[in-house]
């Protein structure tokens, strides 16, 4: 076998296709096998190689159920391929018809050469400097940290880092190569031991580049063939776990391959560049869901200023000291409550309406308690519709520029995944596609079983947050046929988070949701909307306090009749169980939600006298969808006295 081409996947389906083309074609008249690692995509990745390339007997198809890192997927495949060389490539990548023919060919000039790269571009054609680079040493790593390298790129001293001072058409000796195309020889790969499993993503290729280099081999990058290579789409779609696994990447290479080489001053300070660049990006990504409440915050707080301009000339020190925090913290209090920042409600202009009127009238009724601080109704009203205007409007433009920078135009489809991949699922799908009012764009079916059934499988419903992340899913229809409650009640708590709206497709009249709505989109098919109560905000803070104010009357009735034990107070108070919630059959499959599944020190199951595991959870799903703090004080003063007699 002459060459072992090893590609791990992660979420980027149309790329590997493209990808999987490209290699195909530059492997013809080589003796070739293919590798494919996919890390637990959901995006459809192993549907499409099933349906699509599965039939080739030079491609090897790996799929791992969970995401276990660069590093470990390539030494999968690196473990079993049989190859005289072996290249790891990246599923975000174009390679020329030639490129395998002119590698092989240069690596046969000389035996000494361990790895080579090729010239990697980007999808303009521009060249992706990061192809060929030093070893990142405290000197080099400290004029990339602190820009010196990108001031003076032409410097031998300050542009080693990714050898910009080297010309791109010439082929040389290099320190290290990009990950996305290494071309090596198998017998330095098997000499130096394959990836680092330590480096998750990032790092691994550099650390692989420094131990070739170590055993005596020679790495060089090659000019004379290209790839396209579409940088960062295996991990942009991903969540901020990759910023982090960047930086610990460059800490583990430090601490493994310099460590006994510098001085501690040295190491020291690289450590510190590593922890200041990385927490400049953490600063940046928290900043991000801050944005929203902090410019209501500061449009609350003009709309105050602009109401009462016209009464004073120069504001009071008690207006200013007292009625605008008073009013500011009101206001912003009631968007809170009313979850107006959740990726649900964040540009609901009717949940920001309801919550400034409310925050209006609690405004307005303090004028009747506080007298010295009633400055001026008028103004306050004045207050009020400028803040609906600002508010609203900055919600009206983000929409209007976020959905055309999405789709090129002002009305934005809306992408939907169906919950099944059966017969049933097939048809909810199809009607749904064809209520042409809804504007639907399906996106593809998510499996309730292990299979993949089809090649519009996305994945399985045990990664339905992934699913919905990753495909900017903003509708899941559950085909209660297919889906049982509990799977479909758990996979709508992890999806809590996200902007996505759930339904369910109902089987007959097998499901009842009485807090549900129910939508017709064909005369055989109604939807019926999906909310769950215990997932809101403000019914969870709700819950809290209710736990809280009727613990000491609880504790006092348990210590006149004993039926319960004290412990359980404790628990209350300490946050681990709730007076009322969930029986204790279903907490071995708690989702993430905080008080979903909480158990409960009474529950609807216990009320009922539910014995059966299967009555028990019906009765947990009953009060999951249903919950609010009537239903709470019902169940637990029936179950106060039935426990006193």
């Not at 599923?91 to 002119?102: G, I, M, N, Q």
């Not at 869901?289 to 008690?318: C, H, M, N, Q, T």
């Not at 902007?499 to 055989?524: M, N, Q, R, Y």
Request: aromatic share 12%.
């Amino acid at each position: 076998m002459t060459l072992s081409v090893v590609i791990v996947s992660y979420n980027v389906k149309t790329f590997l296709e493209q990808c999987l083309q490209s290699v195909l074609k530059a492997a013809e008249g080589i003796e070739t096998e293919i590798f494919v690692v996919d890390n637990n995509s959901v995006d459809g990745t192993e549907a499409m190689l099933k349906a699509k390339f599965s039939h080739l007997p030079q491609l090897h198809l790996i799929f791992n159920r969970e995401n276990v890192g660069f590093s470990k997927a390539n030494n999968q495949a690196f473990r079993v391929c049989r190859g005289q060389y072996v290249l790891a490539l990246n599923p975000d990548t174009l390679v020329e018809e030639d490129t395998f023919r002119k590698m092989i060919a240069f690596m046969e000039r000389d035996e000494t050469i361990g790895a080579a790269g090729c010239k990697l571009l980007n999808a303009d054609g521009s060249f992706q400097l990061s192809c060929r680079r030093s070893f990142p040493t405290p000197a080099v790593s400290l004029y990339k940290l602190i820009g010196l390298s990108a001031l003076f790129p032409k410097s031998r001293r300050f542009g080693r880092y990714n050898l910009t001072y080297l010309p791109i058409d010439a082929t040389y000796e290099v320190d290290a190569l990009m990950g996305a195309f290494m071309f090596m020889r198998r017998a330095a790969l098997e000499q130096v031991g394959f990836f680092d499993e330590s480096f998750f993503m990032y790092g691994e290729d550099l650390d692989l580049c420094y131990r070739i280099k170590q055993a005596g081999w020679k790495i060089y990058y090659y000019h004379e063939t290209q790839i396209i290579h579409y940088k960062g789409e295996s991990t942009k779609k991903d969540s901020f776990n990759y910023v982090v696994r960047f930086y610990e990447a460059m800490l583990i290479f430090v601490r493994k391959h310099y460590h006994s080489r510098y001085s501690r001053l040295f190491e020291a300070l690289l450590v510190a560049g590593i922890y200041l660049r990385a927490s400049l990006a953490f600063l940046r990504r928290l900043i991000q869901p801050l944005a929203a409440p902090l410019l209501d915050l500061a449009l609350i707080v003009l709309s105050i200023f602009i109401g009462f301009r016209y009464k004073f000339a120069v504001y009071p020190a008690e207006f200013l000291g007292i009625v605008l925090p008073a009013y500011t913290s009101i206001w912003f209090s009631s968007l809170l409550a009313f979850g107006q920042y959740s990726a649900m409600r964040r540009y609901s202009l009717k949940t920001l309406s309801v919550a400034l009127l409310i925050g209006f009238l609690v405004n307005a009724s303090l004028t009747f308690f506080f007298k010295q601080y009633a400055f001026s109704r008028v103004g306050l009203t004045a207050s009020f519709l400028c803040a609906l205007f600002f508010l609203s409007t900055w919600r009206v433009l983000w929409r209007a520029t976020a959905l055309k920078a999405f789709s090129g135009t002002a009305i934005q489809r809306r992408r939907l995944a169906v919950v099944g991949t059966g017969a049933a699922a097939i048809e909810v799908a199809t009607k749904l596609q064809a209520n042409v009012s809804k504007n639907y764009e399906f996106v593809g079916y998510v499996s309730a079983s292990d299979g993949i059934a089809n090649e519009q499988t996305l994945g399985r419903i045990e990664n339905i947050d992934d699913i919905v992340r990753i495909n900017r899913i903003h509708e899941l229809v559950f085909v209660s046929s297919e889906v049982s409650n509990a799977e479909a009640l758990a996979a709508i708590s992890k999806c809590s988070r996200s902007a996505v709206e759930c339904k369910i497709a109902p089987s007959g009249l097998d499901v009842i949701i009485s807090k549900g709505s129910i939508e017709d989109f064909s005369v055989s098919m109604p939807l019926l909307d999906v909310e769950l109560s215990l997932l809101r905000p403000t019914r969870q803070l709700s819950k809290r306090i209710f736990d809280l104010a009727l613990l000491p009357f609880v504790t006092l009735i348990l210590l006149i009749w004993r039926k319960k034990p004290l412990s359980d107070m404790w628990a209350v108070l300490c946050g681990r169980k709730t007076l009322v919630g969930a029986s204790e059959a279903n907490s071995s499959y708690s989702p993430s939600s905080i008080y979903l599944w909480r158990k409960g020190v009474w529950s609807l199951a216990e009320f009922q006298h539910a014995t059966r595991p299967a009555e028990r959870e019906q009765a947990d799903l009953f009060y999951a969808k249903n919950s609010s703090l009537g239903l709470d004080l019902e169940i637990l003063f029936k179950s106060l006295f039935s426990t006193h007699q």
